[in-house]
Nanobody, 123 residues
């Protein structure tokens, strides 16, 4: 599986962005998909995960109520809708695939990673 993330950019605080992650291959629906982010000087942190059917998801506390993860298995794409963005959300955002129903919050347990897309939120 190859993953290609896109949709990042520069936005003012309070604004919105929608990230997309397009996957190659025919087995996209066999993978739980997640988004992580990494700010300069910090470790990569879990943001959100969605199960292989799209019926279940969970989020890190800091983005609950503001971010929404979704997937379209017909298009082999996972999305991250980010609303009410804050400067603390500034980071490179990565999509990741974990074989199985849904991924964990541990980066090392993921099989595939996208290349990352920069999100910058100005105050």
């Amino acid at each position: 599986v190859q993953l290609q993330a896109s949709g990042g950019g520069l936005v003012q605080a309070g604004g919105s962005l929608r990230l997309s992650c397009a996957a190659s291959g025919r087995t996209f629906s066999s993978y739980g998909m997640s988004w992580f982010r990494q700010a300069p000087g910090k470790e990569r942190e879990f943001v959100a995960a969605i199960n292989w059917s799209g019926s279940g998801s969970y989020y890190t506390d800091s983005v609950k109520g503001r971010f929404s993860i979704s997937r379209d298995n017909a298009r082999n794409t996972v999305y991250l809708q980010m609303n009410s963005l804050k400067p603390d959300d500034t980071a490179v955002y990565y999509c990741a695939a974990a074989y199985g129903p849904i991924g964990t919050q541990t980066p090392s347990e993921y099989n595939y990673w996208g290349q990352g897309t920069q999100v910058t939120v100005s105050s």
